[in-house]
């Protein structure tokens, strides 16, 4: 609780911020209150910040798309596994890429897919053509998603797993008699039991979605460009912290907060419209 107070609530105090001409040489109280000036970036349409809005919602729906579902069936295969040896190997397998952070993840998909990584290394001794994967502005989108589902899916595939070991045994039995194959058990069985977490998974991802990965991206940005990879985070950090716009990027790190909470209250509420209890019941 005390971590939780310490780094979590209390710097909510320092949006006060977003309203201010903030100097750090001069601190908080101090600086000028300028009201919803600093917030002009967002009324008036900033091409930059209009930018950074795009890549971020773009990055949020492909994550939706093609991120979310996945630990969902790699926790279906595990639990399809028999063997239980086999089953602990392929967990561990998976998990292990969580652990490591995004600077050695970043490293290893350089290594591998960069001008001179493994792959046109292999491509080069060969006389073959190429591939400018990891500075291809087309590919980037592609390359951050398969790096998110490399590292985390694995990881996020726990909790699925733990649900799937507490639906009923004896509800698969019972269906077997009745002649459902395994897709109709899938059908009818796993996916409701599945169905509460899942719902409460989506919306608390919803929640910070329009947060898709300052670090990753911030490492990779440089051979892109801003243009393609300029989200709402790496905005914040380049126009609010390297740029000296503390008030601004403040200003648009306030209103990201505020929409994710209420993109969680909403999706709540639809949940609540569907029967689910959500992340908490009204």
Do not use: C
Request: net charge negative; hydrophobic share 50%; charged share 10%.
């Amino acid at each position: 609780m005390a971590l939780l107070l310490l780094f979590h609530y209390v710097p909510i105090l320092g949006n006060v911020i977003a309203f201010k001409d903030y100097q750090p040489y001069i601190g908080i109280t101090e600086s000028a209150w300028v009201g919803f000036d600093n917030f002009a970036v967002i009324f008036n349409g900033d091409p930059e910040f209009l930018n950074a809005l795009k890549n971020t919602l773009i990055l949020t729906g492909i994550q939706a798309v093609f991120v979310f579902p996945v630990p969902i069936a790699l926790a279906l295969l595990l639990n399809s596994l028999l063997s239980e040896r086999l089953k602990r190997l392929v967990q561990s397998v998976l998990y292990l890429p969580h652990f490591l952070s995004w600077v050695i993840v970043v490293a290893v998909f350089q290594s591998m897919l960069g001008g001179a990584g493994m792959l046109n290394n292999y491509l080069r001794s060969n006389g073959l053509e190429t591939f400018d994967i990891i500075g291809n502005t087309e590919l980037f989108r592609v390359l951050l998603t398969s790096q998110v589902i490399w590292k985390d899916a694995g990881w996020a595939t726990i909790i699925f797993l733990a649900v799937l070991s507490q639906i009923d045994a004896q509800l698969y039995e019972a269906a077997s008699v009745d002649g459902a194959g395994r897709t109709r058990q899938l059908w009818h069985i796993t996916l409701p039991g599945m169905k509460g977490i899942i719902i409460l998974l989506f919306i608390l991802q919803l929640g910070s979605s329009l947060t898709v990965g300052f670090e990753q991206i911030v490492l990779q940005q440089g051979p892109v460009g801003t243009s393609t990879s300029e989200v709402l985070d790496t905005y914040v950090y380049n126009h609010g912290i390297l740029g000296g716009n503390w008030g601004v990027g403040a200003a648009v790190g306030l209103v990201k907060g505020v929409v994710g909470v209420v993109l969680v209250l909403g999706a709540n509420k639809v949940a609540h419209l569907f029967g689910e209890d959500g992340v908490y019941r009204s």
